[in-house]
Structure formats: structure tokens, C-alpha cells
């Protein structure tokens, strides 16, 4: 190996090393004063002011987001190649949002000269989205804040008991438009708006299952935010897998005896 690969390994290592154990201020050290950082999931490039926000906003915050590098750093000279999948789970939804990327690191003068960063959201159920799809000016970053807060964000205020619950109701109360949560749910999720929202009211309901033996299955759907029966049973064995009456046979809860038969 000669001396300038030697000396970039060792540079994107200690870089490498920051990002896994989540240290803002080690990777922003690393960084050179003439950065130049681009993202080509929306050709933009972000300025040394904006990359504390940004690597800060990127790293993983919790057991749920994990970043998994799928080959080993690879080094030419003055510049590194590195692969990975970074995997947001998704309580909430139940799915597992994926951004496949690979970023180019030139170095120069001992610090990271340039990053150049290529990530592309993808569902692990489906196709790739396509180029077509449009980004709407997200960064993959930006993608994977606007996962976590649309999951907090259901976890603790709870919009989906209310029945009327729309989309514009959700983006107002989180701070993002109709456009942006649209395609975190359909090319990010795979879902529709209501598919989100309905499966959030039957988690919901299977969570008061203990301590509600004997109530009404009716009344338990409607206390959820469900407005229809039929949409509650078609979605309640969507995500279950059982119509309710074969599910709490399952479990010996009386529910259903008390309350009106589904229809299928």
C-alpha cells in the first residue's frame, strides 16, 4: 500500500469510527476547512455552517435507526469509497424504511476535502422507488427526521382518535406540508395516508385488549377513532391477519361476544 492510501485509510477510519459512535464534534474535527459536501439525492451541496445540522440530524438517535455498512472501506489514493444500508424501524407502521448509499471521500491535507453522497430511499417489500418519484428538495437526512417525528409525533399525541383525522391535520401539527408527509407515507412507507392512520387505530385498540376483557368490540373500535365497522374489521385483519372474532377466540377474550358480529 503506498504511503497516500496509508495515510487516506487512516483518516476515513477515524472519520468512520465517529459516525458509529455517534460523535458530531469528531466528524465536524475531520472535517476540512474547504469542504465541500454534496448530496445527489438532491444535488445540493451543504456549506461548512450547515454540516453540524446536518451530520447531527444524520447519525443514528436511537436503538431503531442503525446504519449497516455492506462492504469494507475501500481506498485509492487520495480518495475512499464506503457502502451501506441506513435502516430506520418503524413501530409505528411496522415497517422498516431503508436508504441504500454509498459516499466518496477525497482527502486532502489530513481531513476530509470532500464527501460526495449518494442515497436513494427504498422499501423492503417492494421495488426501488424511481427516478420519476419526485423528492420534493429532502435530503436522505431529512427523510429519515421526518420518519422519527411522524412517529413520535402519533405515539404521543395520539391524532388518530379522532375520527375526522386528514392529512392536513397531521402536517400542520408536525410542521411539514401535504406533499411532504404524502411521499414519506407512499414512496418511503409503501402506505397510504388512511393504511398509517387506521393501522395505528387497531395497534391502538389491541393495547387496551387486557385491560378491557368484556367490552364491547363496537365500542372499543369506535373509542379508537374507527367511524365504520367494516373498515375496522377489514383493517383489523389486514394487520392481524385474523378477522377479530378467530383473534380473540385465539386469545379467550369474550369481546366479540358482547358486541356485533363482523360481517366477514
Known amino acids: 500500500m503506498d504511503e497516500e492510501t496509508e495515510r487516506t485509510r487512516e483518516v476515513v477510519e ?81 415497517r422498516l424504511a431503508s436508504f441504500r448509499a454509498s459516499e466518496a471521500i477525497t482527502v486532502r491535507d489530513g481531513r476530509v476535502w470532500r464527501v460526495h453522497e449518494y442515497a436513494t430511499p427504498v422499501r423492503e417489500e417492494q421495488p426501488p422507488a424511481t427516478d420519476k418519484v419526485p423528492r420534493l428538495g429532502l435530503s436522505s437526512a431529512q427523510v429519515r427526521l421526518m420518519l422519527l417525528d411522524l412517529e413520535q409525533y402519533f405515539t404521543a399525541e395520539q391524532p388518530y382518535l379522532a375520527a375526522d383525522l386528514d392529512l392536513s391535520k397531521v402536517a400542520s401539527d408536525t410542521g411539514y406540508t401535504r406533499n411532504q408527509i404524502s411521499y414519506l407515507l407512499n414512496q418511503v412507507l409503501g402506505l397510504s395516508f388512511y393504511q398509517y392512520v387506521n393501522r395505528a387505530r387497531v395497534d391502538h385498540l389491541l393495547a387496551q385488549l387486557d385491560g378491557e376483557d368484556g367490552t364491547r368490540i363496537d365500542e372499543l373500535a369506535f373509542a379508537a377513532g374507527f367511524n365504520s365497522l367494516s373498515v375496522f374489521y377489514r383493517c383489523f385483519r389486514a394487520r392481524t391477519g385474523l378477522p377479530p372474532r378467530s383473534y380473540f377466540k385465539q386469545r379467550g377474550l369474550n369481546q366479540l361476544a358482547k358486541g356485533k358480529p363482523p360481517s366477514a
Do not use: K
Not at 17 to 29: H, I, K, S, T, Y
Not at 37 to 48: A, Q
Not at 51 to 75: F, G, K, W
Open 14 to 94: 477515524r472519520y468512520h469510527q465517529c459516525w458509529v459512535n455517534r460523535d458530531v464534534d469528531g466528524v465536524l474535527a475531520l472535517f476540512h476547512p474547504d469542504v465541500e459536501y454534496y448530496d445527489f439525492f438532491n444535488n445540493l451541496r451543504i456549506p461548512l455552517a450547515q454540516l453540524r445540522e446536518y451530520v447531527s440530524t444524520a447519525m443514528p438517535r436511537s436503538a431503531q435507526h442503525r446504519m449497516e455498512h455492506v462492504d469494507r472501506i475501500r481506498v485509492d489514493g487520495d480518495t475512499a469509497f464506503i457502502q451501506y444500508h441506513s435502516r430506520l424501524t418503524l413501530r409505528r407502521s411496522s
